[in-house]
């Protein structure tokens, strides 16, 4: 089974300073998604950025970029200029080729400082 | 406003009790999911719908029932809870294309309901 590691269970960040979310995961699949769900407290899960494995080119989504490393199984996620509204709980997830099943990492709760 | 709504949002129940979470999806999507979500745990993928057949249920106990009657409505049946099962429930759903399509497609999440039980 694939599994989503992320360890760090909380980080902190000032506004508009840049922080990195860490993310690891164990798969034998060479074709797969990956993915970074945004959960604020009013608990709706939020895409925030996805990545296909197949693309060596980092994705990026204005202030939210990702650091993949295909042959390290890592999938990191920076969020440059950090804003207020980015204070929530970050997941990391998985989803194989053809099929529905997404693997979630246990979650990272930022907190960003004024 | 969020494409995937789920009713209620706190449903508070004793361990006899019947009851069911409603979830309703306004995007057109042909695949809808629910997972719990526990206090420091990853999210626990409980039942998979894909064009309104079941495709995965992961091991989750009987007291949960879940039931699709159509492509936009999602429902789980609580029936004789356990108090391990207070948690939150999500819903997803998302365009799926089967099991020969591209699944690269995100999820779209409700707000959730949390349960407890007493």
């Known amino acids: 089974a694939q599994t989503v590691t992320q360890s760090q269970p909380e980080m902190s960040v000032q506004e508009a300073e840049t922080v990195t979310l860490s993310c690891t995961y164990d798969?034998?699949?060479?074709?797969?998604?990956l993915f970074w769900y945004k959960q604020p407290p009013s608990r709706q899960m939020i895409l925030v950025i996805r990545?296909?494995?197949?693309?060596?080119q980092n994705a990026t989504e204005n202030r939210f970029s990702v650091n993949f490393q295909k042959a390290a199984k890592s999938f990191s996620l920076k969020i440059s200029d950090s804003q207020l509204g980015d204070a929530a709980m970050y997941f990391c997830?998985?989803?194989?080729?053809?099929?529905?099943?997404?693997?979630f990492g246990a979650g990272t709760r930022l907190t960003v400082k004024p | 406003e969020t494409g995937v709504t789920q009713t209620p949002r706190h449903l508070v129940m004793g361990m006899t009790n019947k009851k069911s979470l409603k979830c309703e999806q306004h995007?057109?999507?042909?695949?809808m999911y629910w997972y719990k979500q526990s206090a420091k745990k990853p999210l626990e993928l409980m039942f998979v719908?894909?064009?309104?057949?079941?495709?995965e249920n992961n091991s989750v106990p009987s007291r949960f029932s879940p039931e699709c009657p159509n492509s936009s409505h999602l429902f789980l049946h609580l029936h004789t809870l356990q108090p391990e099962d207070s948690a939150l429930y999500l819903c997803?759903?998302?365009?799926?294309?089967?099991?020969?399509?591209?699944?690269?497609?995100?999820?779209?999440f409700g707000d959730g309901t949390r349960l407890s039980i007493l």
């Open positions: 719908y894909s064009l309104e057949e079941r495709v």
């Open positions: 990545q296909e494995a197949y693309k060596q």
């Open positions: 997803a759903s998302s365009q799926d294309f089967g099991r020969t399509g591209n699944s690269n497609q995100p999820q779209h």
């Open positions: 995007l057109g999507h042909n695949a």
């Open positions: 997830a998985y989803r194989e080729y053809n099929n529905n099943d997404m693997r």
């Open positions: 798969t034998s699949e060479s074709d797969y998604y």
